[in-house]
């Protein structure tokens, strides 16, 4: 099937493609396509449906596990259609090509005063891999996600069609389309509307905590801020359990910077090319490698926790919106230095009544299994009208885990007995993170009229069923 595909001469290469998830524990041998155009795209998937041709498509490969790779398939990576199509700076709108990264997103917007309304950590995220997930930020308790800000996009169907859809125009695709892991049809043009921003900076305050409940009450107190999002040092044992830091932030208002039009410069927001003022960054994985190891980790929580506990006594303070979003792209591949296993995230979303029990369990488990997360991260969210929604009305505790072949049975062992317990307290999973959740797990943490709804829309919409990725295939996302 794949041959007749090559042979039509619109697989643009016919070599196979080593190709991995952002963490590296997953990977794919895939024949790669990359049109530059939606013509082109419409091409390899009408070929594809009258073959019959899985396709699995792939933004910026920032997806930590297999959401973006397919074992033997065809990739259709879309970052080469990477135009911005249409910009209104008097309004904020913006048209774009799916292949737009987030970074592109705001060098392109920020000097007129527009900031994107929802940014990953990473700012290279693409428009089209983020809405497949339907990203969110740390100000998803207010701002809700990525997709709840798109006006409309344009989606490649499975069969080739081209819809343009929106919150009133083929309304239940929009809908679906957005969040649903890229197995509904190719977004190839996303209109989006940006944020307003008076300046280039952001206003930060520091809280130290002293466990889950104490960070959850201080979230709770600040939810007239832009952005809150805590740290939590996962290796603390018995009493100091859950202690941490919350970075809570708000915009400055209209006024307030008395120099905007220097802090909205582009050369004002670039993270800094060297660390200490003489490491570039570029090596700065290699010294994170060292410390790769439950004493080094313990070492580097425990500072961090006291330093940035010196932070929470001074005042607030200013940071770029690029150094206050993208702390994680200061050590640019830091995943390499998980090398050779990779790393897991394991970001669970647990209803606010059961989220510090659900997550200081998580912690304790962790710990008991001699595979104490390395990097712990805290959200509040809100839920969203995406028929595929991850989001509950509480929060999220992501957690990194490194895969190393001694531990790997062990950790799937782990990430299995807190699943359970999420799924008891109704709890939800994240496609762009996930690369364990087995198909039993996801069906029952899942309502299964959504999924209903689901393969309703993928036999109209792609009716060969080309659209799939191993993640879905691997969850039985489209499985009765
Ligand atoms: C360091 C780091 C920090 C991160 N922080 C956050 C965070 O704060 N919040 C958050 O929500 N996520 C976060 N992520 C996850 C990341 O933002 C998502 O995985 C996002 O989907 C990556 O975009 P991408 O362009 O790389 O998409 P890919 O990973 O390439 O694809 C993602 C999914 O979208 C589908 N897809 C790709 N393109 C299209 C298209 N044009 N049309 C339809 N479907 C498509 C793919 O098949 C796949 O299922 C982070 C990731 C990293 C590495």
């Not at 190891?293 to 500072?303: D, F, K």
Request: charged share 20%.
């Amino acid at each position: 099937m794949q041959q007749a595909l090559l042979s039509g001469g619109l697989v643009l290469s016919s070599r196979m493609e080593r190709m991995r998830g952002w963490g590296m524990s997953h990977g794919a041998d895939m024949y790669a396509t990359r049109p530059t155009t939606v013509e082109q795209a419409q091409r390899i998937l009408e070929r594809a449906h009258e073959e019959g041709v899985k396709i699995t498509l792939r933004g910026s490969g920032q997806s930590y596990g297999d959401a973006s790779i397919g074992q033997d398939r065809v990739l259709l990576d879309l970052t080469r259609m990477r135009r911005v199509l249409a910009w209104d700076p008097i309004n904020g709108v913006i048209d774009v090509e799916p292949g737009v990264r987030i970074v592109d997103l705001w060098h392109y917007t920020l000097e007129d005063g527009w900031w994107p309304p929802v940014v990953s950590g990473t700012m290279r995220t693409s428009l089209g891999g983020g809405l497949g997930v339907n990203i969110h930020g740390k100000n998803s308790f207010k701002y809700g996600t990525l997709g709840d800000h798109v006006l409309e996009i344009d989606v490649l169907t499975g069969d080739g069609r081209l819809l343009t859809c929106s919150p009133s125009q083929h309304r239940d695709i929009f809908y679906a389309v957005i969040g649903s892991g890229g197995v509904l049809g190719v977004i190839t043009r996303i209109r989006l509307q940006m944020k307003r921003v008076y300046s280039g900076e952001v206003l930060v305050e520091t809280f130290s905590t002293r466990s889950i409940q104490e960070m959850i009450d201080v979230m709770e107190a600040h939810l007239d801020q832009d952005y809150l999002v805590g740290w939590v040092d996962a290796l603390a044992p018995g009493f100091q359990l859950g202690r941490g830091t919350l970075h809570v932030a708000r915009n400055l208002q209209e006024g307030e910077d008395k120099r905007p039009h220097h802090t909205l410069k582009l050369s004002y927001q670039e993270l800094p090319e060297v660390f200490l003022g003489f490491v570039p960054k570029s090596m700065l994985w290699m010294g994170l490698w060292m410390f790769l190891h439950r004493p080094g980790m313990r070492l580097v929580n425990t500072a961090k926790f006291h330093a940035d506990r010196r932070e929470a006594s001074r005042p607030p303070y200013r940071q770029s919106h690029a150094g206050f979003n993208f702390l994680l792209d200061y050590v640019p591949g830091w995943q390499k230095s998980y090398q050779p296993g990779g790393l897991i995230q394991y970001q669970t979303f647990v209803p606010k009544a059961a989220a510090r029990q659900v997550f200081e369990q998580q912690i304790l488990l962790s710990q008991k299994a001699g595979i104490p997360p390395f990097l712990a991260v805290l959200k509040k969210h809100l839920p969203d009208p995406f028929l595929m929604s991850y989001n509950v009305d509480g929060y999220s505790f992501a957690l990194d885990y490194p895969v190393r072949e001694r531990n790997q049975r062990r950790l799937h062992r782990l990430a299995h007995e807190m699943t359970e317990i999420v799924i008891q307290h109704g709890g939800r999973f994240y496609f762009a993170k996930d690369g364990i959740l087995t198909e039993n797990e996801f069906k029952r943490s899942f309502p299964a009229d959504r999924l209903r709804q689901l393969r309703s829309l993928k036999s109209q919409l792609d009716p060969s069923g080309i659209l799939t990725s191993d993640m879905a295939d691997r969850i039985g996302l489209l499985k009765e």
